[in-house]
T-cell receptor, first 111, second 112 residues
Framework: QKEVEQDPGPLSVPEGAIVSLNCTYSNSAFQYFMWYRQYSRKGPELLMYTYSSGNKEDGRFTAQVDKSSKYISLFIRDSQPSDSATYLCAMSRTGFQKLVFGTGTRLLVSP | SQTIHQWPATLVQPVGSPLSLECTVEGTSNPNLYWYRQAAGRGLQLLFYSIGIDQISSEVPQNLSASRPQDRQFILSSKKLLLSDSGFYLC???????????FGPGTRLTVT
């Protein structure tokens, strides 16, 4: 079993839809959670960074962490065609120098 | 602000040839540095990470090596490329004690 599981998609939605992207993990020691957006042939870009449980909002993006269920989510409101990309979740333990990544979910937002 | 550079952006090399990819970070000091490979349609594979000059850890036994000649410079090398070395190579950095990593633009390597 992988430490981090992420549905590869693709997830296809119409413009304006609310998108929910998710990851599950097995290591209860993870404390730091990140979401990256990666456009085709580009490096990943850090979107959201949260520590421990709870929600964090930044514009149209909301990151949610449920440590009791070992489940994290990224919500995108009013999705745009420019949101079409691969979204990677990542997480790490306190004091640990390395991230564990999901394999990414490809999102397609059609106009 | 901090920026991270990688070059070259693309590279086509024959099997058996050497490789040198360079990564530099500006606007910070003592960064942790990372090399990843991303094969087509697959996740990120950590190859090497470094928490300081002369402190490089290898994650996967392979045909590659890494060096850190300066605090903010990280180099990925190979003496003889294999077909399986093809992929998208990404460099990343994080501040001391930080968890979030920031990625460079990547180098797309095709071994023919």
């Amino acid at each position: 079993q992988k430490e981090v599981e992420q549905d590869p998609g693709p997830l296809s939605v119409p413009e304006g839809a609310i998108v929910s992207l998710n990851c599950t993990y097995s290591n209860s020691a993870f404390q730091y959670f990140m979401w990256y957006r990666q456009y085709s042939r580009k490096g990943p870009e850090l979107l959201m960074y949260t520590y421990s449980s709870g929600n964090k909002e930044d514009g149209r993006f909301t990151a949610q962490v449920d440590k009791s269920s070992k489940y994290i989510s990224l919500f995108i409101r009013d999705s745009q065609p420019s949101d079409s990309a691969t979204y990677l979740c990542a997480m790490s333990r306190t004091g640990f120098q390395k991230l564990v990544f999901g394999t990414g979910t490809r999102l397609l937002v059609s106009p | 602000s901090q920026t991270i550079h990688q070059w070259p952006a693309t590279l086509v090399q024959p099997v058996g040839s050497p490789l040198s990819l360079e990564c530099t970070v500006e606007g910070t000091s003592n960064p942790n540095l990372y090399w990843y490979r991303q094969a087509a349609g697959r996740g990120l594979q950590l190859l090497f990470y470094s928490i300081g000059i002369d402190q490089i850890s290898s994650e996967v036994p392979q045909n590659l090596s890494a060096s850190r000649p300066q605090d903010r410079q990280f180099i990925l090398s190979s003496k003889k490329l294999l077909l399986s070395d093809s992929g998208f190579y990404l460099c990343a950095w994080t501040g001391t004690g930080g968890s979030e990593q920031y990625f460079g633009p990547g180098t797309r390597l095709t071994v023919t």
